[in-house]
């Protein structure tokens, strides 16, 4: 087996007031993470990760034998693939100065502005994500809900890490914006599964039953589900 050296990983240290000790952790598409107490001498960090170094190589090969990348991805995409809104764009850069601007038509999305920081291209992206979620999962959410019955008080998108939903005891049901990259069965079934919640705030075996009323495959949409976020481009932050 091929042992590499620590020190290729992106390396963040992060203080923490509450931290009592000093923590490492390896964090998917950030790297290396070093949490240290408030003051803490960080010229000490090296020798840490030196003690470290079996610690690190062990668990980064286990976590990249599961498909774990390490390194935040510098890509930018062509096309943006909305499945759900049936909506595709061929993606076109326009390097300028001033500030990164989004404007659309029918098939194309440009980006223009200054193009030499990436990841801030990658942000403005994400941000047109976000915004074409606000405006479209919300409808399609009413409508799965009216056609189950099941009512819900709100609807919230938000752009987080690794959950595609949930569902608050208020009936205000949460929705991922990185849904749009998916197809459109598996977030109708999401859907369904976030507004059982509000007659079931569980996964009881009632819970089960009122969801295999409106989608029989709800287990093998489960399990799709469980691996859709490879479904989302890497570029997204
Ligand atoms: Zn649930």
């Known amino acids: 087996m091929k042992r590499r050296p620590v020190h ?23 790297g290396l993470v070093v949490v240290v107490p408030q003051g803490f001498d960080t010229s000490q960090v090296t020798s840490i990760l030196a003690e470290k170094q079996n610690w690190i190589v062990r668990t980064r090969e286990r976590m990249e034998a599961e498909g ?16 759900v809104m049936e909506r595709q764009w061929q993606v076109l850069y326009l390097p300028k100065p001033g500030n990164l601007r989004l404007t659309t ?6 980006v223009s502005g200054p193009q030499h920081d990436p990841y801030a291209v990658q942000e403005a992206l994400a941000r047109f994500v976000a915004r074409q979620a606000k405006e479209h999962l919300p409808p399609l959410l009413h409508a799965v809900s009216e056609r189950l019955g099941l009512p819900f008080e709100s609807v919230r998108i938000r752009t987080q890490k690794s959950r595609w939903g ?18 459109p069965e ?25 969801v295999r009323q409106f989608q029989p495959q709800c287990r093998h949409l489960e399990k799709r589900l469980g691996s859709a976020l490879s479904l989302v481009p890497d570029w997204m932050p």
């Open 8 to 30: 290729d990983l992106p390396l963040t240290i992060r203080e923490n007031p509450r931290a009592r000790r000093v923590l490492i952790k390896l964090v998917p598409r950030t």
């Open 68 to 83: 774990v990348r390490f390194s935040r991805s510098a890509e930018l995409p062509d096309t943006l693939d909305f499945p």
């Open 105 to 110: 038509n029918a098939t194309r999305l440009i």
């Open 166 to 183: 949930s569902c608050s005891a208020r009936k205000t049901i949460s929705l991922n914006c990185k849904l749009l990259f998916l197809p």
């Open 186 to 210: 598996l977030v109708e079934h999401l859907m369904i599964h976030e507004l059982c919640h509000t007659r079931h705030m569980n996964h009881s075996p009632q819970y089960w039953q009122l």
